[in-house]
């Protein structure tokens, strides 16, 4: 859909630059160290955090869904259904040198609007960049159940107000250091994350902003 891609490349242009502007940090000294900070010897990644290891964190985020409502495409029911929501996640990243793997489950609420509940899990898959950016795609499964579901049996049949499908999206998270506050917090701390997702064949267009702390 066009929204989900003019969207996804205006997320990559825009954050990716001051990512991409820090220059490659060496390992911290040892009386600067943090937990979780590579140890004197020990193989670093690009910004000179440890090159691999299990990172756990959650986060809270808010944003928007809109679900398309074309015959044949989305879930057509003759009115659009969409709606703002509040998301927490959690989840772990496993660093691989200048990339980095992980997993991610949510539970989302609708706060306005057709939505009353999301749940799924994904897999993420990314590379690091900056003294603490991430960037990445996801792939996985969602649950939406909508709130307000009367007319969803119109042109489908169907009286469920319950559907799942693929969802994949791309996004991305910058630490203090990459966003001009330098000394808030350290690599293991807080990041804003910036994410727009879709729902199975590009049938709902999806933005959310968060935070998210890394432990």
Do not use: C
Request: charged content about 15%.
């Amino acid at each position: 859909m066009k929204k989900f891609v003019t969207a996804a490349a205006f997320v990559g242009a825009v954050l990716a630059t001051p990512a991409f502007a820090q220059d490659m940090a060496a390992a911290p000294a040892p009386e600067q160290q943090s937990p979780g900070s590579p140890t004197p010897g020990e193989a670093t990644s690009p910004d000179g955090s440890r090159a691999f290891g299990l990172v756990p964190y959650v986060g809270v985020m808010g944003g928007w869904e809109s679900f398309d409502k074309d015959a044949g495409h989305g879930i057509p029911n003759g009115r659009r259904l969409d709606g703002s929501l509040v998301q927490g996640v959690a989840g772990v990243n496993v660093p691989l040198g200048p990339v980095f793997v992980g997993a991610e489950g949510n539970v989302a609420k609708g706060i306005s609007g057709a939505i009353d509940w999301e749940y799924g899990a994904a897999g993420r898959f990314g590379f690091r960049a900056g003294d603490s950016g991430l960037f990445y795609g996801k792939v996985g499964y969602q649950w939406v159940n909508f709130d307000h579901f009367r007319g969803l049996a119109r042109n489908t049949g169907n009286t469920s107000r319950d559907y799942h499908a693929v969802s994949y999206g791309i996004g991305a998270e910058v630490g203090p250091k990459d966003i001009g506050l330098g000394g808030l917090t350290n690599r293991a701390g807080v990041r804003l994350r910036f994410e727009v997702s879709t729902f199975g064949n590009a049938d709902s267009f999806r933005p959310l902003a968060g935070v998210i702390a890394h432990f």
